[in-house]
């Protein structure tokens, strides 16, 4: 099974920008399609962004599409998502999860999760 830490949250103002990092240890990144999740306080955890385990293919949720950009570096074992002209409403836990198939975009087909971390905008 892969571990997964994330990094790089913290707080920050609307219109700023944060990078989230998803370090990976025990089991080749490569091997594995990762996605970002959030969830803000009393909601439902919900998918933000994935990559395939190429790279070559990307997928954004609606509300982040343009603003964020998640990448990975199968090398350092490290997936990252870009989070720029932050709002308020992206104010969450920051999850990176993994997946050896993506299918679909779901928090239930993701089988390995980070222990999540914290972004919060300021108005």
């Known amino acids: 099974q892969v571990q997964l830490v994330e990094s790089g949250g913290g707080l920050v103002q609307a219109g700023g920008s944060l990078r989230l990092s998803c370090a990976a240890s025990?089991?080749?990144?490569?091997?594995?399609?990762m996605g970002w999740f959030r969830q803000a306080p009393q909601k439902e955890r919900e998918f933000v962004s994935a990559?395939?385990?190429?790279?070559?293919?990307?997928y954004y949720a609606d509300s982040v599409k343009g603003r964020f950009t998640i990448s990975r570096d199968n090398a350092k074992n490290t997936v990252y998502l870009q989070m720029n002209s932050l709002k308020p409403e992206d104010t969450a836990v920051y999850y990176c999860?993994?997946?050896?198939?993506?299918?679909?975009?779901?928090?239930?087909?993701?089988?390995?999760w980070g222990q999540g971390t914290q972004v919060t905008v300021s108005s």
């Open positions: 990559i395939a385990r190429s790279g070559g293919n990307t």
């Open positions: 999860a993994a997946t050896p198939s993506l299918y679909k975009l779901s928090p239930t087909d993701f089988n390995a």
């Open positions: 025990g089991r080749t990144l490569s091997n594995y399609a």
